[in-house]
Nanobody
Framework: QVQLVESGGGLVQAGGSLTLSCAAS????????MGWFRQVPGKEREFVAH????????KYADSVKGRFTISRDNNLNTMYLQMNSLKPEDTAVYYCARRTVNSVTYEYTRSYDYWGQGTQVTVSS
């Protein structure tokens, strides 16, 4: 069965860095685009970053552009999110997700069919 498992979250001071990982199994990882989303209590899950199957094209939310980098290693079935210059407003549960093959957008949750359990990122001021 499809499984996505995030790791790497934690507590970090503002200005610090973290790298999240998303380990995929149960499907042909290299054939799917993938995304990172985040959510805080009481708010909708929001788009963070997207990467195509081959890794050659990436997209970012304006709020993280220039600070976060999405990447993937198709040989390891793993996707990453390098987060630098972290801010308190980056505090959230971060989720990785598999994009549905026929979806036409990348920034909406409805375009993704499988999700990980999430990993908490807390940035202290």
């Amino acid at each position: 069965q499809v499984q996505l498992v995030e790791s790497g979250g934690g507590l970090v001071q503002a200005g610090g860095s973290l790298t999240l990982s998303c380990a995929a199994s149960g499907f042909s990882f290299r054939q799917y685009a993938m995304g990172w989303f985040r959510q805080v209590p009481g708010k909708e899950r929001e788009f963070v970053a997207h990467i195509v199957w081959g890794g050659g094209s990436t997209k970012y939310a304006d709020s993280v552009k220039g600070r976060f980098t999405i990447s993937r290693d198709n040989n390891l079935n793993t996707m990453y999110l390098q987060m630098n210059s972290l801010k308190p407003e980056d505090t959230a549960v971060y989720y990785c997700a598999r994009r549905t093959v026929n979806s036409v957008t990348y920034e909406y949750t409805r375009s993704y069919d499988y999700w990980g359990q999430g990993t908490q990122v807390t940035v202290s001021s």
